[in-house]
């Protein structure tokens, strides 16, 4: 199919979903790297903010762009794992003034907002629908790094319930590419810094649980990221730690952007769907997983948060 997108294009855009994570950057930089390999003939550019430092692991992360260039446009923009043009940030406008649009994305809460969308809910991540657009033996090693970060990523080492058969055969497959798995796992899932692990005990620390022991939730400030020498992107990981705690069907993680405004991050170990409850607040994402904006203090967004929660509970 991708063979098809591309047809009579000679310049693309790739991009991503602000605050990038394991499943954006191994897709975006996945489908970056295979274009380059094999079609010579058109310019492609990726764009996206600024990564976790365990990714640059990647060859092709030095070649992201940050800024949008002047009076740019693009016959294609392509854009992975975002459930609609505003998550894009910055490069949206590259997107608006593409003279085509096409979106690759498991997001439930996507609603196909590009002139052609590939979009799969039940698939395991973005990487893997990435995957199932490449020709299997014109992958790279490094190409087949980068998709499996992002599956690695969105299963949570293969362990979340989107995983599927299809998901770890994709996964096998990538490994026939001579990738090391293992490395990939270690480095980029589960070490951390010494200021990630600090800020990740402070967060469990000072969580609390409510409704009866089913909700688990903590909350950073800026005024604590800037105590610990973190930023958000180093926050990866702590809203998953607080979902496997004994009880909990529901975590959620508040980190302040602005004051009185908190990026919220839900995961759901039950049968809650937390998707709906973000959608709720203008947010969007994955049935166990999701995320939204919302203003006002903690103790504002944990209420507002609460009766949504409760409706499903």
Sequence with gaps: ?????????????????????????????????????????????????????????IKAAKEIRHEVPDKKEYDLFIVLDCGDK????????????????????????????ADQNYIFPEASSTSELVYRLLDLEKITKETAECLYLG?????????????????????????????????????TFYEKTFAQN?????????????????????????????????????????????????????????YETAPHEYKVSLRASGDVDVSRIAQYFGGGGHKKAAGVTMKGTVHDVINNLSGQIHLQL
């Design 151 to 187: 599956i690695v990523h969105d299963t949570g080492v293969f362990q979340y319930s989107c995983t599927a058969p299809e998901t770890m055969e994709v996964a096998a497959n990538l490994m026939r590419k001579g990738i090391n798995a293992s490395e990939i796992i270690e480095k």
């Design 1 to 57: 199919m991708l063979k098809e997108v591309l047809k009579h294009v000679k310049t693309v855009a790739i991009g991503g979903h602000v605050r990038p994570d394991g499943d954006c950057v191994g897709s975006c930089l996945g489908l970056y790297q295979y274009i380059k390999e094999n079609y010579e003939e058109i310019q492609a550019d990726v764009y996206l903010e600024d990564i976790p430092d365990s990714f640059h692991f």
């Design 198 to 254: 600090q800020i990740l005990g402070r967060a469990l620390f000072e969580s609390f649980l409510f409704m009866d022991g089913k909700c688990i939730v903590s909350y950073i400030t800026q005024r604590m990221m800037e105590f610990h020498g973190v930023t958000p992107k180093d926050l990866e990981g702590i809203v998953s730690q607080l979902r496997v705690t004994k009880g909990v069907e529901v975590a959620v993680l508040l």
């Design 86 to 113: 505003e998550r894009l940030g910055f490069s949206k406008e590259l997107f608006e003034h593409a003279k085509e649009t096409f979106c690759v994305d498991h997001h439930i809460s996507n609603l196909a907002f």
